[in-house]
């Protein structure tokens, strides 16, 4: 079954491996499948990546801003003045980031500018 992103150019259309560059060919590494260089000269492949789906794969969730009495989780507020805008009062959130022995990580986020830091 042909890719329709067009890029079964790349694997083995035998067992689906992937093909490496040896000097003329490329060679599937399983089968020994053999094809000629220029059948895959030049050809590209790209895709565009988001911010959304690297935090999703990696399974990070950053805190947003607090929207009010709409549902969503409402964070702490504590009195901590902004290191950017001097604001007397900003939000956190804590998280284990290290091991279970090792304090949480705090994070605060100013509700006036939005500056975000951490404390450890």
């Known amino acids: 079954m042909a890719d329709p992103l067009g890029r079964d150019f790349l694997f083995c259309k ?3 491996t992937m093909l490496r ?10 089968c020994k499948f ?13 895709y565009a990546v988001t911010a959304e789906e690297i935090k999703r ?3 990070i969730s950053l805190f947003e801003q607090p929207q009010g009495d709409k ?11 902004c ?11 804590t998280r284990q980031t290290r091991s279970a022995d ?8 100013c509700p006036r500018c939005g500056y975000r830091c951490q404390e450890s």
């Open 57 to 59: 794969e990696l399974g």
């Open 71 to 81: 549902g969503e989780t409402q964070l702490s507020k504590v009195k901590r003045a």
């Open 102 to 109: 090792e304090g949480q990580t705090t994070y605060y986020i």
């Open 83 to 93: 290191e950017k805008c001097q604001n007397p009062e900003m939000y956190y959130s």
């Open 21 to 30: 560059m040896e000097s003329n060919h490329v060679v599937c590494s399983s």
């Open 14 to 16: 035998f067992c689906g």
């Open 34 to 46: 053999k094809k000629n260089v220029q059948d895959v000269a030049d050809r590209e492949i790209s």
